[in-house]
């Protein structure tokens, strides 16, 4: 059964543009097109794979009024912001372009001097690619550029709320010459079951998800069967620790970069803010007047700072978890409750340890802040979590940010700096935030596997 689905304004609550809603007859469809697609591709010159991605980044970028504006529409962001985001997402195209010729493998002598060791790297194949919400455009070309780089084909599945700046992604592909079978995407409402199609087919090697821990939790399970090659960006509880040394004016402004970018909707997003005793209030007094300024508004106002929450469950969430907070003691120094679409930028004090904010994503620009007495403390505080993607903090110390930074247990660590992401350095995180690393030289790893070619020598 397939038919259309509705894709909302968050802002407004209105029908955008109906799109397909596929079936898993549909999914198999456009894996049988990239398993056809595959040896051409994977035999296809990487120079000449390298030019399709310039190609697509030169057309998103010539397009990013369009992309931005769809994406504000789509997901709600200011435009500013989804500007930036069309440009973070060209990166990887570009980076992926220069890495695709790249690739190489060894050639070594066995240790007995009787035989050669030949490496050679090779794409694993067809790839089921699943994207969130939150970055319509950016976690696509995070997965898309590396595979098409390395000679993967692929099924790309894009979040059900966010379809749109896919679908136009896979034309600026097609223009930019990408043979067909190559990209195929498929938009549905019920992912459930058209995943579960793909990952039961073994014709497909390689699954990258990012989303939420729990779906990604489940899509492991799934993908265990074949014992299929796994990507996986998930959750984040990102810790943001302040010492008492830090420049504090640099430490705000990180903070505001660290919760409001995205609206607070990023997996990077600073979660829980630590701050060392001595200048806990001051710290929090300065932050709480950057949040109580910020302009909510929809995204394609000029004007608007922070848009609307991607749905009314999203909304409904934040305001629990704030609801939550106060319920444990906590004290709202700014915002703190929702206008329509809208939840305002929020800081909350003395946040103790049993509120659920400090165990769960919030997912939204709520700021809870707690305070610390010494070093072990905060490291014992920032740890205190399943979770392991990033951390920051805020130290003159040149010595304590080694020695936390290498114990914070994340796969990433922002020194002095509100926002890690960058095409070129590898994201990802530890223990239930995921496995495996998306941009960077680690990013293409993921989608090439090691050939080993034993080569007698008499
Ligand atoms: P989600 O897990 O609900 O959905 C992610 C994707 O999985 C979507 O495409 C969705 O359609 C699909 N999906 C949902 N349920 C499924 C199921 N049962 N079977 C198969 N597919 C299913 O996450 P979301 O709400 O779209 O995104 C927010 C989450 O993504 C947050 O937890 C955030 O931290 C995480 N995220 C992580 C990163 C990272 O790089 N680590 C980046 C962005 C977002």
Redesign the pocket.
């Known amino acids: 059964m397939t038919g259309r689905f509705p894709v909302l304004d968050p802002a407004t609550g209105e029908v955008i543009e109906e799109v397909h809603d596929a079936g898993p007859e549909d999914a198999v469809a456009a894996l049988d097109a990239a398993v056809a697609a595959q040896a051409a591709w994977a035999g296809t010159p990487p120079r000449e794979r390298a030019e399709v991605l310039r190609a697509a980044r030169a057309g998103l970028l010539s397009r990013i009024e369009e992309f931005a504006l769809l994406i504000t529409r789509e997901m709600g962001k200011p435009l500013a912001e989804s500007r930036a985001e069309v440009h973070y997402a060209a990166d990887f195209l570009l980076w992926f372009a220069e890495e695709a010729v790249r690739v190489s493998g060894e050639y070594r002598a066995s240790p007995g001097g009787d035989f050669r060791i030949v490496t050679t790297r090779q794409p694993v194949g067809p790839c089921l690619l ?6 319509p455009l950016a ?1 696509i070309t995070r997965k898309v550029g590396p595979a098409l780089a390395a000679g993967c084909t692929a099924v790309l ?5 966010t379809p749109l700046s896919c679908l136009l992604l896979a034309r600026v592909f097609a223009d930019a010459g990408l043979p067909p079978g190559v990209l195929n995407v498929v938009t ?1 409402s019920r ?2 079951p ?3 199609r793909l990952l039961a087919d073994g014709r497909l090697r390689k699954l990258s ?8 939790r ?2 492991l399970a799934q993908a265990a069967d074949g014992v299929l090659r796994t990507s996986m ?4 509880n990102a810790p943001f620790l302040v010492f008492a040394d830090a420049d504090l004016e640099a430490a705000v402004d990180g903070a505001v970069l660290a919760k409001l970018r995205n609206g607070g ?4 997003a600073a979660n829980r803010f630590l701050v060392e005793a001595p200048v806990a209030d001051e710290f929090a007094a300065r932050l709480a007047e950057r949040m109580e300024s910020v302009r909510l508004g929809p995204g394609d106002d000029p004007g608007s700072q922070l848009g609307p929450l991607i749905n009314r469950r999203q909304l409904d969430r934040v305001a629990a978890l704030v609801d939550d907070a106060v319920a444990h003691g906590a004290r709202v120094l700014a915002g703190g409750k929702a206008t329509g679409p809208y939840y305002p930028a929020t800081v909350l004090a003395d946040v103790p340890e049993a509120a659920r904010l400090h165990r769960e ?1 919030i ?1 939204g620009p709520v700021a809870p802040i707690s305070v610390f007495e010494d070093e072990p403390t905060a490291l014992a505080m920032a740890n205190d979590t399943p979770y392991g ?1 990033v951390a920051y903090l805020y130290t003159r110390d040149l010595a304590r940010a080694v020695r936390v930074g290498e114990r914070l247990e994340t796969g990433m660590v922002g020194i002095n700096r509100g926002l890690v992401s960058n095409a070129a350095a590898p ?3 530890v223990k239930q ?2 496995l495996g690393r ?1 941009g960077g030289f680690e990013g293409i790893e993921e989608y090439l596997s090691t050939k080993y070619l034993a080569v007698d020598l008499h």
Do not use: H, R, Y
Not at 130 to 135: C, E, K, R, T
């Open positions: 699943i994207s969130p919400w939150n970055f976690m599945k894009p979040a059900e709320d549905t992912p459930a058209v995943v579960e998800f990012t989303g939420s821990t729990q779906v990604g489940l899509l960006e998930l959750g984040g909707q990023s997996c990077v994503e997912f993607l994201f990802g995180g935030s995921g998306e």
